[in-house]
C-alpha cells in the first residue's frame, strides 16, 4: 500500500476542537492508515494499537517461519497468537472513530486484511496498485481476517474466487467490485480523500457494515435458499481441481460457509482454526519454504558464485534469436514485451514472419479481452524484426540460439552470428540435451558462451534454466542471470551435463509412464495416477506433445555421442514402446495421433487401438502407480544433485515444480523426500526397486540422509 520509506510528519491547519493523526503501519502492503481520535485519551489509546498493530505485522513477516516449523503440540500458542494480532485489528474497526485505508502500491495479503478493518478504503489509480489474498498460493488461507471479512463485504460467491484462488485486482477492478470505496489520481490526492472523510465522519459513531443491527450479508449466508446451488457445487468442483491435494482450498470454503452463520467474533475463531491447523500440517510447511524462502532466495542470486554476484550488470537492449520457430517466436515475444528489441531471424524472411505472427496472434487475444492497447500491441510487435541476414544481428548485445537438436547446426548458426557481434556480446544455446560445453567448442568465445533453457511456450512459461559451460565466465553468468529477471522470469542455475537438470528428469517422468504402459498397465490408470499425484498432465499426453520423434531423436543424438566417447548408452524399457508406435505412425499430437486421439473440434482422448498394441495385465496397486512417477524424479533430481549438476537444494525445487511440472503441493523434487522422511523414503524406494527396476535403488546420498534422518537443506 503505502510506499515504504522514511516516515514523514503531516502539517495540517490548526483544529481546535479535536487532534488529527496520520500514522503509517510498516508492514505487508504498506497501509497509511488514517484517523481521527477525540482527546488525550483516546489518542494515547490509538498511539498504544498504532504501535501493537506495527509490532503485529512485523511479527506477520516471521509468521511464515514458525508455520514452517509449527508442530500440533504447538498449536495452541499459535491460535492464541492469531487472535491477539485480530484482537487489535477488531478494535481498530469497532473503537468508533474513523479510520481510512490510503493505497498507493500492493494491498496483498496481511496489507489487505488491516485494510478491511478500515472503515473506508481510497487507491491511487496506477498499475503499481494490486490488491488481493494469495495465501492459498502457499499452502495457507488468509488468517487475518479475510475468510470473515471478505464474504461480509461482497458475499461469499463474490469473495470466492479471490479466497479460494488468490485472485489479484488493481485499482479501478477493486472499485468495481466493492472493495474500495474511491480512487484518487496521485498520491496528494489520496491522502486528501482521506482526510475529507475523517473530517466528514468526524462526529460519528462509525461502524463497518457488519457492525450495523440491519446488516444482512449481501446474497446470503450458507443457510440461505439462493446459495444452495454453490455449496453443492463448489466442493464438487475444488476436488476436481485440487485432487485432493491441497488442503488450502477446503478450509477456506469450510471457513466461509461455517462462518457466514455465526456471529463474527465466533467467524473469527472458526478462521484461526483451520489457519492453525493448515500451518501445522505439511503442505503448508512444504510450499512456504519453496514458494516463499525458496523462490526469494533463488531470484536474489542465492545460486550465483560470490564472483558473479559482485557484477553489475545494464539491462539488454537489442537481442537476436536464431530460429524463428514455437521455442524461437515465444523467446521473441516474451522479450519485446519486456521493451528489448529483436532480431528474429530465420533461413527465410517468410519463416521469420511466420515466427512474428505468434506474437501478433497472441497480442489480439489480450486486446479482444482488455488486457492491452492497440498502441500497446503495435510498440510490442515494432521491436520485433523478422530477417533471413546475418548481417542484421550486428549490435546485438545477446543472441540466443533455438535451432533444431542437431551439433552440426547449432555449431554453424553458432560462427555465422559470431562474425557479427562485438567481444563483449554472449551467445547463449536453447538446447534441452546437449552439454553446453561441447557446443561451445564451434564458439571464438567459449568464455562469453552459455545455456539459456526455456521452456515452452516459452512466452508463459516462469522458468529458465542457466547452464555454465566449463569455460563459461563469472561476467556471461552474471549477465545472463540479470537478462533473465529483466524479462521477469525466475532463473536457476545449474552445471553443465547431458539434459542438464530439467530435461533428465523431465525424461524419466514420461519414460516411466511409457515403461507402465508396455508393462500392461491401463492408460487410463496411468494418467489418473498422475492426476491424482498432482502433476498438471499425464505422461502420455505430455509424451504426445514433445513428440515422439524428438525424443527418438534425442536418445539417438545420445547414443552417438556416447559412442564417440567410448561409452555405451544406457537402455530403458520405454524405447521399445517408443520405436513401435513410431512404426505405426503415430508419433503425437502434431502428427495427428499418439498415445491419444485428437477428433476435429472435439475433446481428445486416449487412443482406442492402446488396448490391441499393449494389452493390460495384471494391475498394480493405484499407491504404486503414483509413487513410481514422484519417485523416479525425485531420485533423479538428487543423483543430479549428488554429481554436482544442481547447485543447491532450492534450484532444484523451484526448477522441479516451474520446470517440469512437480506436483506444487510436495514443494518441489528434493522436499518431497525430505517431508517423506528419508528412512522411509529409503525403504519404500528399495521395494520399487525390487519390484519395477533399479533405476529406483538410492543413491549413497540418500543412503546417508537415511542413517541420520536429517533432511535435505541448502542450510
Not at 101 to 107: C, K, V
Request: hydrophobic content about 40%; glycine content about 10%; some cysteine.
Amino acid at each position: 500500500m503505502h510506499s515504504p520509506g522514511k516516515r514523514q510528519r503531516q502539517h495540517h491547519p490548526p483544529d481546535t476542537r479535536q487532534s488529527q493523526r496520520v500514522r503509517q503501519c510498516d508492514g505487508p502492503g504498506f497501509c497509511r492508515v488514517t484517523a481521527r481520535g477525540g482527546g488525550a485519551t483516546a489518542e494515547r489509546r490509538l498511539r498504544r494499537h498504532y504501535r501493537a498493530l506495527g509490532q503485529k505485522h512485523l511479527l506477520r513477516r516471521r509468521r511464515s517461519q514458525l508455520a514452517l516449523r509449527g508442530k500440533k503440540e504447538d498449536a495452541e500458542e499459535f491460535f492464541n497468537y492469531c487472535e491477539s494480532l485480530k484482537a487489535d485489528l477488531r478494535w481498530l474497526e469497532t473503537q468508533g472513530k474513523p479510520v481510512v485505508a490510503a493505497i498507493n502500491g500492493a494491498a496483498l495479503g496481511g496489507g489487505w486484511e488491516l485494510a478491511l478493518s478500515c472503515h473506508h478504503r481510497i487507491a491511487v489509480d496506477d498499475r503499481s496498485v494490486k490488491i488481493g489474498l494469495p495465501e492459498v498460493t502457499l499452502g495457507l488461507l488468509p488468517g487475518g481476517g479475510g475468510c470473515v471479512r471478505m464474504p461480509r463485504l461482497l458475499g461469499m460467491q463474490n469473495a470466492l474466487p479471490y479466497l479460494l484462488e488468490g485472485k489479484q485486482v488493481g485499482a479501478q477492478q477493486a472499485l468495481e467490485a466493492g472493495l474500495i470505496h474511491q480512487t484518487a489520481k496521485d498520491a496528494d490526492e489520496l491522502l486528501e480523500q482521506a482526510r475529507a472523510f475523517i473530517l466528514a465522519n468526524a462526529e460519528t459513531a462509525v461502524q463497518q457494515p457488519w457492525d450495523k443491527p440491519d446488516y444482512r450479508m449481501p446474497g446470503g449466508d450458507a443457510k440461505n435458499p439462493r446459495n444452495a446451488q454453490l455449496l453443492i457445487v463448489a466442493p464438487a468442483m475444488l476436488q476436481q481441481k485440487t485432487k485432493g491435494c491441497f488442503p488450502a482450498p477446503e478450509a477456506i470454503l469450510a471457513t466461509v460457509v461455517e462462518g457466514s452463520q455465526v456471529d463474527f467474533d465466533t467467524a473469527t475463531r472458526i478462521e484461526s482454526r483451520y489457519f492453525v491447523e493448515l500451518t501445522c500440517g505439511q503442505v503448508a510447511k512444504n510450499m512456504i519454504g519453496t514458494f516463499w524462502f525458496g523462490l526469494n532466495a533463488v531470484k536474489a542470486g542465492a545460486s550465483l558464485p560470490q564472483g558473479a554476484r559482485d557484477i553489475e550488470s545494464s539491462p539488454i537492449g537489442r537481442i537476436g534469436i536464431l530460429g524463428a520457430g514455437m521455442m524461437g517466436a515465444g523467446i521473441a515475444y516474451a522479450c519485446a514485451s519486456r521493451g528489448i528489441e529483436v532480431v528474429l531471424k530465420d533461413v527465410s524472411i517468410e519463416a521469420a514472419q511466420k515466427g512474428r505472427g505468434y506474437a501478433e496472434q497472441s497480442l489480439q487475444k489480450r486486446l479482444q479481452r482488455g488486457r492491452i492497447d492497440e498502441a500497446g500491441v503495435q510498440a510490442i510487435l515494432s521491436r520485433i524484426q523478422p530477417s533471413d541476414s546475418a548481417a542484421d544481428l550486428k549490435g546485438c548485445e545477446l543472441i540466443i540460439e533455438a535451432v533444431f537438436e542437431d551439433r552440426e547446426l547449432k555449431a554453424q548458426v553458432t560462427r555465422e552470428a559470431e562474425a557479427q557481434l562485438e567481444e563483449s556480446a554472449i551467445f547463449a544455446s536453447n538446447t534441452s540435451t546437449l552439454p553446453i560445453t561441447g557446443l561451445a567448442q564451434a564458439s571464438a568465445r567459449p568464455q562469453n558462451f552459455i545455456g539459456l533453457h526455456f521452456f515452452s511456450p516459452a512466452d508463459k512459461m516462469p522458468l529458465v534454466e542457466i547452464i555454465c559451460g566449463e569455460q563459461t565466465d563469472d561476467a556471461t553468468l552474471a549477465r545472463a542471470f540479470a537478462f533473465v529477471l529483466q524479462i521477469g522470469k525466475t532463473p536457476i542455475v545449474v552445471n553443465d551435463s547431458r539434459g542438464f537438470f530439467t530435461s533428465r528428469v523431465f525424461g524419466c517422468f514420461t519414460n516411466e509412464g511409457i515403461a507402465m504402459l508396455g508393462e500392461g498397465v491401463n492408460p487410463a490408470t496411468i494418467e489418473n495416477a498422475a492426476a491424482l499425484a498432482g502433476f498438471p498432465v499425464g505422461p502420455l499426453a505430455v509424451s504426445d506433445e514433445v513428440s515422439l520423434t524428438l525424443m527418438s531423436r534425442i536418445r539417438q543424438q545420445t547414443i552417438n555421442d556416447l559412442q564417440r566417447e567410448g561409452e555405451q548408452a544406457p537402455s530403458h524399457p520405454a524405447d521399445k514402446v517408443i520405436d513401435h508406435m513410431l512404426e505405426l505412425g503415430r508419433a503425437g499430437k502434431a502428427a495427428g495421433g499418439g498415445f491419444y486421439s485428437y477428433p476435429e473440434g472435439a475433446k481428445k482422448h486416449l487412443w482406442s487401438g492402446l488396448a490391441k498394441e499393449f494389452p493390460s495385465g495384471e494391475q498394480p496397486a493405484p499407491e504404486d502407480v503414483k509413487e513410481r512417477l514422484l519417485f523416479v524424479m525425485a531420485l533423479e533430481t538428487l543423483r543430479c544433485y549428488e554429481e554436482q549438476v544442481l547447485r543447491s537444494v532450492r534450484d532444484a525445487n523451484i526448477g522441479s515444480i516451474f520446470g517440469i511440472g512437480f506436483p506444487p503441493w510436495t514443494g518441489g523434487a528434493l522436499q518431497y523426500i525430505n517431508q517423506y522422511g528419508p528412512k522411509e523414503f529409503v525403504q519404500r524406494a528399495r521395494q520399487l526397486a525390487d519390484n519395477y527396476g533399479e533405476r529406483f535403488t538410492p543413491p549413497q546420498t540418500l543412503r546417508e540422509m537415511a542413517e541420520t534422518n536429517l533432511p535435505l537443506t541448502d542450510d
